[in-house]
């Protein structure tokens, strides 16, 4: 559903903030939203394949999967788990939609379940590129590719799909803890962002918030984690 006729400016970026480990990719598409001052253009409510909720925002009832839109940046987020019934569907239609609206690259941002993170002070960044054209991407940057492990749900659907459609998808994956939700990862991952998108993205709110974020999403997390379950995640290490 679009609410408003848009223009993504180029190259442009869609970036995919799905619940996953640690909630990095939801935390990061939050506050790139708020950080940016997106405004909210789309939403995503197919009610056979979308969690039988209704998101209240602002006293008005908005779709579960919500699209904003900023210069050359659109953000997809979500305030559920995506069902495992859904999960086909729905990754396919993000990358259809993706290729409708000329976007140029697709962000996914993933959380690595990390045994050790307590003891790691600063999450690494990981990635994985669909084609030559994503891998260009982080070529100028310090990154580690992410060579062994699972990718589970949606982002490893979304992650075929673009391999099947030749569309650029870069998975940006950071160490993040199991059992919580991790801003501090989050706010690794957005830097990286940043540096690729050329836009700059203040962290320091959402370092200054994180045990207030990690409170409130407490729940998220939890229905996250039986999700992920459900998808046959391994216990250990997963994205």
Do not use: C
């Not at 903030?17 to 990719?25: N, Q, R, Y």
């Not at 987020?77 to 859904?86: H, K, L, N, Q, Y």
């Amino acid at each position: 559903m679009e609410y408003e006729e848009y223009e993504l400016e180029h190259p442009g970026f869609l970036v995919l903030g799905l619940p996953d480990t640690g909630l990095v990719g939801v935390i990061s598409a939050n506050h790139l939203v708020e950080a940016l001052d997106m405004r909210e253009v789309a939403g995503i409510d197919v009610l056979p394949l979308t969690p039988p909720v209704a998101v209240i925002s602002k006293g008005e009832v908005r779709p579960p999967l919500r699209i904003f839109v900023k210069d050359n940046i659109m953000t997809l987020t979500a305030e559920t788990p995506i069902p495992p019934a859904s999960v086909h569907s729905l990754s396919k239609m993000i990358i259809d939609y993706a290729m409708k609206r000329g976007v140029d690259y697709v962000i996914s941002i993933v959380g690595v379940a990390s045994p050790a993170r307590i003891n790691i002070e600063k999450p690494r960044v990981y990635w994985i590129a669909s084609n030559e054209k994503a891998r260009k991407l982080v070529e100028p940057l310090s990154l580690e590719g992410f060579l062994n492990g699972y990718l589970v749900g949606p982002y490893a659907l979304i992650l075929k799909n673009a391999i099947r459609a030749r569309v650029a998808n870069l998975v940006l994956l950071a160490d993040a803890y199991i059992e919580f939700p991790d801003p501090e990862a989050a706010a690794e991952v957005l830097n990286v962002v940043s540096k690729i998108t050329g836009k700059e993205i203040d962290t320091r709110k959402l370092l200054e918030q994180a045990e207030m974020i990690r409170l409130r999403l407490r729940g998220l997390m939890k229905q996250t984690k039986q999700t992920m379950s459900e998808m046959g995640a391994p216990s250990l290490m997963y994205a």
